[in-house]
């Protein structure tokens, strides 16, 4: 009889226990992701603009502009870093942060405001230099180009980009043979740079 009463008080506790058990573990703080490194922040940055060159969002004029403040911002990290024997301070690492976020609004802004690029283009022109745009994007996406390097390209694609713009406000929408061939010379130079900078020593 002891027995019994012991195993029934045995089991009573266990069944008293469980909850306070369940709710302690219901309790325990789920541990959360550290922030992304400034290396990670740039790299994923550099995704958004390559995606946004890719899906033609982001025109050349305001892919240049924002591989320019990237480019600048590197600079001033290597700066920071050659400071500090290879390293980042805390507050080096608050400043990029705050300006990493600025540029990331930026991207943003430039994604999703009026300004795109003709995805389908007609004219032998419009193609090539969209075919331009995907071999950028990729060099962008891939690492094998520098923000230096991408905001010079897109520097001189958003030139050509206006220089036919110009040329056809002049013609009533067209292109004489002679413009043709200008633009046709200017989209070989580009395209050759794209070439080198992919296929240079440089890496971002």
């Not at 395209?191 to 020593?201: E, F, G, L, T, V």
């Amino acid at each position: 009889m002891t027995h019994i009463r012991i195993a029934l008080l045995g089991a009573a506790l266990a069944t008293l226990m469980l909850p306070a058990a369940a709710q302690t573990t219901g309790t325990t703080p789920t541990p959360t992701a550290p922030p992304p490194t400034v290396n990670q922040r740039k790299e994923n940055q550099q995704d958004r603009i390559a995606n946004g060159v890719q899906d033609g969002q982001l025109t050349s004029g305001e892919t240049r502009n924002l591989e320019r403040k990237e480019s600048s911002l590197n600079q001033e990290e290597r700066d920071m870093r050659k400071l500090d024997s290879g390293h980042l301070t805390s507050t080096d690492r608050a400043t990029l942060n705050q300006q990493q976020n600025q540029l990331s609004n930026q991207i943003y802004k430039d994604k999703h405001n009026a300004a795109v690029q003709n995805l389908n283009p007609k004219s032998e022109v419009g193609k090539r230099a969209e075919n331009q745009q995907d071999r950028i994007a990729q060099g962008i996406k891939s690492g094998q180009m520098t923000a230096g390097e991408a905001a010079r390209v897109e520097g001189k694609d958003a030139a050509i980009n206006h220089e036919i713009r110009t040329d056809r406000k002049a013609n009533g929408g067209t292109l004489t043979g002679a413009e043709k061939a200008q633009v046709n010379r200017q989209q070989n130079h580009v395209s050759k740079q794209i070439y080198r900078d992919k296929h240079n020593a440089r890496r971002q």
